[in-house]
Structures are given as C-alpha cells and as structure tokens.
C-alpha cells in the first residue's frame, strides 16, 4: 500500500542552524501539508501546498519557515535559524482529493534543538 | 476560530466492550471531520472520513457519525481488544484546502 515517507526520522541541532526535514508525499497525491506536535500538545497546522505554491499557512508558520517540492517527488520543509520552541514531530500528509479528502502523514521526523 | 475538543482524555475498558469516543467542535460550518489513530512516538493513521454531507461512515468494527448542529462527532469501536490500544484524534477540516483542526485525543487502554 502506499504510504508518505519521511527522513531523517530524528534530527539532533543546534540553536541558530536551519534545517530542511523531508517528505515523499503518495505519488498520484497533490495535495501537501506540514503539521507539528510539540510533546503533549494538540497536532498543530502549519501549512498547505498545491500547484506549486501554499494554499494556506498558519500563524505560526512565520518567515523563519519555508516548503519546497524541488523535484515530482519530494515535498521539503525548512527551518532558518532554529530556536529552542521548535523542538518537535513533525508530520507531512497529502492527499489526492478524489478519495473524500483524505489525509495520510507519514511516520513524523522529531526534532530536537539544543 | 474551529476550537475541537475531545472528552475524556483518557479511557480503559475491558476487552469485548464497545467503545465510544467524542469529539465536538465549535463551528459547525465543516468541511469534513476526519478519525485517527496514534501509536506512542508513530505518525497518525488514518480510520475514518465523514463528509459534511454525510451522517456516518462505517468501516469494520468502527463506525462514526457525524452530527453538525449540535457540533458532535462520534466514534464506535465494537468489540474492543488490546490492540485498539492508542490515542484516537478527531480533527475538522473547515475549507477546501484541507486545513485540519486537531482534538487532543482520547487515550485508550483495552485491558486483557
């Protein structure tokens, strides 16, 4: 069955450094998401690509954030200047929206800043 | 803003009973509301679908209903065992683009 991957499954970093988490959505899908859990909080929305663009971004997905689909395969997230606050799972999803919508996430990568 | 909440945080239950887990939400001007299931330190799998057209959506031992003027949803899951054990999140999708609205879950323990 298909599934989104993620890598690196865990990302140790230090405070200040940018990372970029990545994502393979379900290659039929066009729609893509990133979401966030910081340990014990609710799943929390960051944003949503199509057709090359974001559809919609939370507030929390501020200037220090960006997505990328570079190739027709991989969907990127990347963090300048990572802070403290921004240790967490991060989840990417897709979906293809003629199966009603449906979201699959992948397995989550956690990051942990130092 | 779609607040969604989700009592109890926790449960247990003894296997072979049915379980019943809640979900409400705020605006009840939804798009769909989605089920998942979430392992300890795994992504989030996918369960159930409801469109905001639909009252319920059935699949195998679970069943969901959907109830959008009182701002509900439910969860049914028959004939429990240890290995439904898992958080379960609702979350609601109230545009097009797919923007889900997380619950923070109901912890379930199904006892042997």
């Known amino acids: 069955e298909p599934e989104v991957t993620q890598t690196p499954s865990h990302q140790v970093t230090q405070m200040g450094q940018e990372v970029i988490l990545r994502c393979v959505p379900i290659?039929?899908?066009?729609?893509f998401y990133w979401y966030r859990q910081i340990l014990g909080q609710k799943v929390e929305f960051l944003v949503s690509f199509y057709n090359n663009e974001i559809s919609e971004k939370s507030e929390i997905f501020d200037d220090q954030f960006s997505v990328e689909r570079p190739d027709g395969s991989n969907f990127t997230l990347k963090i300048r200047s990572t802070k403290l606050e921004d240790s967490a799972m991060y989840f990417c999803?897709?979906?293809?929206?003629?199966?009603?919508?449906?979201?699959?996430f992948g397995p989550g990568t956690r990051l942990t800043v130092l | 803003k779609q607040e969604v909440t989700q009592i109890p945080a926790a449960l247990s239950v003894p296997e072979g009973e049915n379980l019943v887990l809640n979900c409400s939400f705020t605006?009840?001007?939804?798009?769909?509301l989605q089920w998942f299931r979430q392992d300890p330190g795994k992504g989030l799998t996918s369960l159930l679908l409801i469109q905001s057209s639909q009252r319920e959506q059935t699949s195998g031992r679970l069943n969901a209903s959907l109830d959008k003027s009182s701002g509900r949803s439910t969860l049914y899951i028959a004939a429990s065992q240890p290995g439904d054990s898992a958080t379960y999140l609702c979350?609601?999708?109230?545009?097009?683009?797919?923007?889900?609205?997380f619950g923070a879950g109901t912890q379930v323990v199904v006892t042997p």
């Open positions: 979350a609601a999708s109230t545009d097009s683009w797919g923007k889900l609205q």
């Open positions: 290659s039929n899908h066009l729609y």
């Open positions: 605006d009840s001007a939804i798009y769909n």
């Open positions: 999803a897709s979906s293809d929206w003629t199966e009603a919508d449906t979201q699959y």
